[in-house]
């Protein structure tokens, strides 16, 4: 489908239940400026189109729940361990603080939305992440979560699909967030004996451990176009290697070209793709 038919055809998208927690304090603008083609849009004409720039097709940030109510089918998405909140173990300063802006700013308690609903009445475990919140940054609470919604899918019998957007490991929490990529991948390594279906969707950005545990770990890893996607920042591998770079560097294209990436989506597409690759695997017909 073009990006131009995407644009003129008519969506119903599911509406967010009235007893979700909502963004307090979120002053957000009338208008959005688009990061790739600078062109000034409508925020409400921008939702329309899943935050896709009508101007140039950029794919611009979504929300958690904005990405959710945009896959699953409307008001069969049940929420999972929504009131887990991050402690401050090692004493970090003003991390408490930083954790409350984050929370009245998104109306979030952590970086990650998980739980399950239908995707075209077939069953799914989902994890979606807000990079609004601490940058994506994997905290204890946010591998957690993860693990927890794998964990459903076993026992379920449910495929997991997870939306990775993160800036990497949580740096307040050291030691105990880089543990969480060695959670995570143990929960899907047993999701996979299992013989249960994992697709992970890397998004602007993926970066730092997200990057380097369970979002490469799909039995089909997808991007959303031009995605910046990579362990450490551009400058460092530089400076490294000794060498210039690609200026698609780390981009998804550039994943896809050498083999890292089996699909760049647009996301008009996404849903699409992701419902055939779960009729393909069986999962429409009941488990």
């Not at 969506?11 to 967010?16: E, H, N």
């Not at 957007?165 to 390594?189: D, F, H, I, N, W």
């Not at 994943?255 to 009729?279: A, F, N, S, W, Y």
């Amino acid at each position: 489908m073009s990006l131009k038919d995407f644009f003129n055809k008519k969506r119903k998208y599911a509406t967010i239940p009235s007893e979700r927690q909502q963004p307090t304090n979120m002053n957000e603008g009338v208008m959005t400026k688009c990061p790739e083609c600078k062109s000034i849009i409508y925020t409400k004409e921008l939702k329309k189109y899943d935050m896709v720039c009508i101007s140039c097709g950029h794919h611009l940030s979504m929300t958690a729940y904005e990405r959710i109510d945009s896959l699953l089918d409307e008001k069969t998405f049940e929420e999972y361990d929504a009131g887990m909140t991050s402690a401050n173990p090692l004493d970090f300063p003003e991390y408490h603080q930083k954790l409350d802006k984050d929370r009245e700013k998104t109306g979030l308690n952590e970086a990650v939305v998980t739980g399950e609903g239908y995707m075209e009445d077939c069953p799914v475990v989902i994890g979606v992440m807000d990079s609004r919140f601490r940058m994506g940054s994997m905290g204890s609470v946010v591998g957690e979560k993860i693990a927890r919604a794998i964990e459903a899918a076993l026992t379920k019998n449910r495929p997991f699909i997870m939306f990775a957007a993160s800036g990497g490991a949580r740096m307040q929490e050291g030691v105990l967030s880089l543990m969480q990529m060695a959670k995570t991948s143990a929960a899907l390594k047993r999701l996979d004996e299992k013989g249960l279906l994992y697709i992970s969707v890397m998004t602007d950005p993926t970066t730092g451990g997200v990057s380097a545990s369970f979002a490469s770990l799909g039995d089909y890893n997808f991007a959303e176009p031009k995605a910046l996607i990579g362990f450490a920042g551009r400058r460092i591998i530089e400076q490294t290697i000794r060498e210039e770079l690609p200026d698609d560097f780390q981009t998804a294209e550039f994943l896809l070209k050498h083999g890292q990436l089996d699909r760049v989506i647009p996301r008009d597409e996404m849903k699409d793709t992701l419902v055939k690759i779960l009729d393909i695997h069986g999962y429409k017909e009941e488990q």
